[in-house]
C-alpha cells in the first residue's frame, strides 16, 4: 500500500463525508432533486446519480432498482421539469456494478471476470431503461474500469436497438480501444466522453494525462461526424476551450449537437455561466445559423450524485480515492476551500 493508499484507508467516515460533501447533492433523493430545480432555474441541466458502493446482494441489487425507478418516476411526474425545454430536462446515471454481484479485489479489479453475470444485469438495467424511455428520462450508462468495457458496450447496443437514444453511454478517451469502439457505435447515439477515472494498466490505457486529453478532441470530432450526441465532459478548461474552438466553431457544428459536461462541486461557474448564457460566443464570427444557435447558448449539465445510505456511499468515495491518484491530489489541494465551504455555507 503506498502513502495514497494508506492516508484514504486511515482517514475517519467523518472525514471522507466533509470533504465528499460539495460534491454530493444530500443524502436523499429530495436533496438531488432540489438541487437539479435550482440548476435548472440557472438553466443548468443535471444528470442523477445514485452514490453507493458495489451490489454485494440481491437484496442490495432489488434496492438500486427501487432507488432509480422511484427516481424516474418523480422526475417525470414533477411539474417544475415538466415545463423544462427537452434538453434542460434531468437525465439520470447508473453504473453496472450496482446491479451485478462481481466481487473485487483490493485494486477494483472484479476477482473473476470471466464469471460476470451480463445476462441478469443486463436484463436488470433493461428493465429501468423501459421506464426511463416510456416516460422520456434520458438514462446514462456510466463506464467503469476496463474489465466492465465489452459487457457495458454490447448491452449498451442492445438498448439503444430497443429505446434509441433516451439511453446513453460513456467512453474512455484514455482506453487504447477507444477509437475502434467509436467505429462499432450505432449512428446517432448518445456518449458521454471523458477521459475515465480509473487507473488502468498501461497493457490498456495511456498513462499521460496530457495524451488522454488530447486524444478527447480527435473523438470528440469523429463522435459527432457520425452523427452522435455527445457529452463532453471535462473540468480542464484549456480542453473545453479547444474543444469548443477546433470542433463546434470551426466545423460549424449547431448547439442541439453536443453539450459540456462536470461534476457538482467542481467550482467552474464563470465559464458555465458564460456557456449556457451564450456569452462565451460573442466574439465568434457570425453570419451563419450555427452561430447564432451558439449565441443563444448551449447545454452544460452537471453531475449530482445523491447518496441513500451513507456509510455505502462513504466506502464508495474511499475506493474512488485509493483507485484515482487524480481524484485524490485534487481533493488534496482543495481541502481548505472544501474545508471553509463546510464551516460557513451549509
Ligand atoms: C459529468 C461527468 C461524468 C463522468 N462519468 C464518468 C464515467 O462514467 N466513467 C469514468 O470513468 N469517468 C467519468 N467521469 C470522470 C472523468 O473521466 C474524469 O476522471 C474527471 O472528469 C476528471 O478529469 P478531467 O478531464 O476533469 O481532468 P482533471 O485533470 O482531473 O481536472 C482538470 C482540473 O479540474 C479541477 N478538478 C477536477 N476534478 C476536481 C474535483 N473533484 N474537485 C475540484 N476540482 C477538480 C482541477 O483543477 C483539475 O486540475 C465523469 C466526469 C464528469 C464530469
Redo the contacts with the bound molecule.
Sequence with gaps: MDLRETTVTMLPKPAIRLFSG??VAGDSMQAAIDKTGELAGQRIAA?IDVLGEDAASLEDISQYVRIYESLIDRLSTDAGFAGLPDRLRPSV?L?PSSFMIAPKDGSGLVLEPGKMDWKNCGATIDRIAQLAASRKVRL?V????HQWTDGTLALYAELFRKYGAWIGT?L?SRLFRTPDDIEKLPDGCRV?L?????DEPEKFAMRS?PEM?SAMIPMARRLLEKNIYL?F?????P?INRFLSEIVVQGHIDAERFET???L????QRLIEQLVSGTYFTNVPGGNGTTASLRRGIIH???VPFAEDWDKAIAYCRRRLKH?P??FW??F??APRVLYHSLFHK
Excluded at 456510466?142 to 474500469?145: A, G, P
Excluded at 471523458?194 to 480509473?198: A, V, W
Excluded at 465532459?233 to 478548461?237: L, P, W
Aim: proline fraction near 5%.
Design positions: 460539495p460534491y444528470t446515471s453504473k446514462m456510466d463506464m467503469e474500469n460513456v474512455q458521454r471523458c477521459i475515465g477515472i480509473y494525462y486529453k457529452e465532459a471535462t473540468h480542464d478548461i480542453l459536461q462536470t461534476l462541486g467542481v467550482p467552474r449539465r452537471m453531475y484515482s487524480n481524484l485534487t481533493g489541494v482543495n
